[in-house]
């Protein structure tokens, strides 16, 4: 099934939102590192450039509501088709460090603020 | 052909003549290169004397025939004629020049009109786009060996996608015929060979009545679902042949004779109806499907008997989107809870109900539940050949049903009826159900669409909803698969027309994009006040961007939107996938993926050509307006290009 099939890189990081985690306080992040590894590392791929996510290949990180051990965990150990990134390739402070950024991000409008879409799919 | 011997100039006359009688303008071309290097002609070319002359013809020189009132193309030309082929696309190719020439003056170059297309993967692309929406195949040209070779991979997207189209390539014809050089490169034994694996049928006709029979076979073969691409010959000699009275008295044209479909054994339809009545939640998975409005039609009023909910995996405008039973947003889930499953024409029975994982280790489950029954209904199994695996993994279904899906649904829907009875409302409480659904994917998807809706790079999101805010009152039509921006023409816009989509590439060979957008926009303007648009990924474009020439050239308007994420980046994911799983250099994967360092103009590209280019648009807050003048544009008769730079996936 296509919507199968185009989820190629579908990362489980929303899974990963419905396993109990201990909420551990996160490391301190850079937020500035945390940007650029986004970018570098390839976060952006899957998940967008401003990581507000793409319907086929990864979910929105942006203001992720995630414990950081869940983030974590998601990376190491990804469910579903996510690659996974782990410590040598990206440390627990890198990995702070972007959670750190993705945290930081702006919020989306509300839809219903936006006449262009409130007007369309119309029943 | 005579030979010179050794001690003789080496000057092939009858080359010669037959090059000044074809080419004379190259011919004269020369002579002025002669004459400007200050050499002159007769030291380069020099003209045969009288012994030559004599060695070279069984009759004297002055009883040569140089021309003639018909040849064997004109014939072929006839031939074509009495088929329903609008256009014959080609870039040019000397194999085919008796062919071109009897199209262009003894055919009036009309039904079929000659296309110029810059490259054979176009010519071919575009017919692949054009008959899924004017519903018939349109014909190609390819130079011999090489043409077909360029046209290769455009061929087998159309043989996976299951598009007909009538494909001509040519031969030199026999040995003794060919002048040295370039004419033995482009002859061929069996040219077909090189895509015959991905071919309805092919032949060499080695006379002109075999000519006339073979392409009228092939049209109807074409055209037989499960439809595809087929390719015929052109001997060169034929082509070339004097044709007399007398000889082209003797030939006829056999009529075309178009078949029935293949329709389902009506005992296998009522066990499928029994099922589906008796199914507590069915669900119905649609893919190649439809191939006119009467087929969408059919399958809205199935699906209503049954109250059943549609999943829909877009190979085709299948159902309307905006319907309360199109539930292709939760089909995952909809199929993991069926006790049912009808399968319409699908690419791939196995994907639709499993699901393989891309890790290190390959592993792959079932997403439906072990009792649940399945019922295919496909032409699948009538067009598998044992080479290309385009034939996908094989798939245990209940009841396989080999017949066409479109042509079977009249009689589905009475057994299914039969199967009801009287019992109208019975599906009335699944119905509601479904309607409740509805309502949510609504909101869900302008909720998911709001999400970076002023990020830039563009969302996919923010494109389709400009984008539908510009065209909504047009005849539009959407001539692009898309999967990489997020499926949100599916999403957002009501599709309702057979017309207003018409599915991907089918063998996912690169550069589908531009040039079936090409053929499709060419369909819709023959249709009359169509509005057409596409959004091609600026890899697939950077493929054929000279299809924006051939649209300036023939007049064919369209509003083109570059998805430009600057990669290849499905590769790009890919790499990055591999780097991961070796734990190294994730920060390498942009190497050999993306399209940076320089940027590419794509608006500079278009006006090259000849159309309107518009952008690189980067700010979203701009894009309405761009698009603005980029509709402005279209309706005013232009091709136009709209640069805008998104983010990597919709």
Redo the contacts between chains.
């Keep these: 099934?296509?919507?199968?099939?185009?989820s190629?890189?579908a990362a489980g990081f929303s899974l990963a939102a419905g396993c109990a985690f201990a909420q551990t306080p996160a490391p301190a992040g850079n937020i500035e590192n945390g940007k650029k590894h986004f970018a570098?590392?390839?976060c952006?791929?899957?998940h967008?450039?401003?990581a507000?996510?793409?319907?086929?290949?990864?979910p929105?990180l942006?203001r992720t509501t995630l414990p950081f051990d869940a983030f974590l965990m998601q990376l190491r150990k990804p469910s579903?088709?996510m690659?996974?990134?782990?410590a040598?390739?990206?440390s627990d402070q890198t990995a702070a460090d972007i959670y750190a950024f993705v945290k930081s991000l702006p919020a989306?409008?509300?839809?219903k603020s936006?006449p262009?879409?409130?007007?369309?799919?119309?029943? | 052909m005579k030979k010179t011997g050794p001690d003789q100039p080496n000057v092939d006359r009858r080359g010669f003549l037959k090059g000044v009688a074809v080419a004379g303008g190259a011919g004269m071309a020369a002579s002025s290169v002669a004459r400007a290097q200050g050499v002159a002609p007769a030291a380069r070319a020099a003209a045969p004397n009288a012994a030559q002359q004599a060695a070279e013809h069984d009759h004297p020189p002055e009883m040569e025939a140089l021309t003639t009132e018909k040849t064997g193309s004109d014939f072929m030309v006839d031939v074509c004629k009495t088929l329903s082929i609008d256009y014959m696309a080609a870039c040019p190719g000397s194999t085919f020049r008796g062919l071109q020439e009897s199209f262009i003056n003894y055919g009036q170059n009309k039904k079929p009109e000659w296309l110029t297309c810059l490259h054979e993967e176009v010519s071919v692309g575009m017919a692949h786009g054009y008959a899924k929406v004017a519903g018939k195949p349109m014909a190609a040209m390819l130079h011999g060996t090489v043409g077909v070779q360029h046209a290769a991979m455009a061929i087998y997207n159309a043989w996976c996608d299951r598009v007909p189209m009538m494909l001509f390539t040519a031969s030199a014809g026999p040995v003794e015929d060919r002048r040295p050089g370039v004419e033995w490169a482009h002859s061929v034994q069996d040219g077909a060979v090189t895509v015959r694996d991905f071919t309805k049928w092919d032949d060499y006709p080695w006379s002109l009545q075999s000519f006339a029979e073979s392409t009228v076979r092939a049209y109807q073969l074409s055209c037989a679902q499960p439809p595809g691409p087929v390719l015929i010959t052109a001997d060169g000699k034929l082509q070339e042949m004097e044709l007399g009275k007398k000889e082209s008295a003797k030939l006829k044209i056999p009529k075309l004779s178009m078949g029935t479909q293949a329709v389902a054994d009506p005992a296998a339809l009522k066990d499928a109806a029994k099922m589906l009545v008796a199914a507590e939640n069915p669900v119905i998975l649609v893919d190649r499907y439809a191939r006119s409005q009467k087929g969408v039609d059919a399958l809205v009023k199935l699906a209503e008997l049954l109250q059943a909910p549609v999943v829909d995996n877009r190979s085709r405008m299948n159902f309307p989107t905006q319907h309360y039973l199109y539930q292709s947003a939760r089909g995952g889930a909809l199929v993991g809870q069926a006790d049912c499953i009808l399968s319409l024409e699908p690419v791939d029975l196995f994907g639709q109900l499993n699901r393989v994982r891309d890790q290190m280790e390959r592993t792959w489950r079932s997403t439906k539940k072990a009792n649940a029954k399945v019922v295919c209904i496909s032409t699948h199994d009538l067009m598998v050949r044992a080479n290309y695996q385009d034939f996908q993994r094989l798939s245990e279904a209940d009841m396989n049903i080999t017949a066409d899906a479109e042509a079977s649904m009249p009689y589905l829907i009475e057994a299914v009826q039969r199967e009801i009875g009287e019992n109208k409302t019975k599906f009335e409480a699944r119905g509601q159900k479904m309607r409740d659904a509805a309502k949510g994917f609504n909101d869900r998807a302008r909720a998911e669409g709001a999400i970076g809706w002023d990020s830039s790079p563009i969302s996919g999101a923010r494109l389709y909803a400009e984008l539908w805010n510009q065209i909504k009152n047009e005849d539009w039509a959407f001539m692009s698969p898309n999967n990489y921006s997020g499926n949100w023409q599916h999403r957002l816009w009501p599709l309702e027309k057979h017309y207003q989509y018409i599915g991907a590439s089918g063998g996912s060979g690169v550069g589908y994009e531009p040039v079936a957008a090409l053929g499709a926009a060419l369909a819709h303007r023959d249709a009359g006040g169509r509005f057409p648009v596409a959004v091609i990924g600026d890899g697939n474009f950077n493929m054929a961007p000279h299809v924006m020439w051939s649209a300036v050239h023939h007049k064919i308007p369209f509003l083109g939107i570059i998805q430009n994420n600057r990669a290849y980046h499905q590769e790009v994911m890919h790499i990055q996938r591999m780097a991961n799983r070796h734990n190294r250099a994730v920060d390498s994967a942009v190497i050999g993926t993306v399209i940076t360092d320089p940027n590419i103009d794509y608006a500079m590209n278009a006006r090259s050509y000849g159309a309107v280019g518009i952008g690189p648009i980067s700010d979203p807050k701009e894009l309405g307006e761009a698009l603005k003048k980029g509709v402005a544009a279209v309706k005013a008769g232009n091709p136009v290009l709209i640069d805008v730079i998104m983010q990597p996936r919709g």
């Design positions: 099934m296509k919507i199968i099939a185009s190629f890189f570098s590392d390839g952006y791929q899957c967008g450039a401003n507000d996510g793409a319907a086929l290949t990864g929105k942006s579903a088709e690659p996974p990134y782990e040598p390739i990206v989306s409008p509300d839809a936006l262009l879409l409130t007007g369309m799919g119309v029943k």
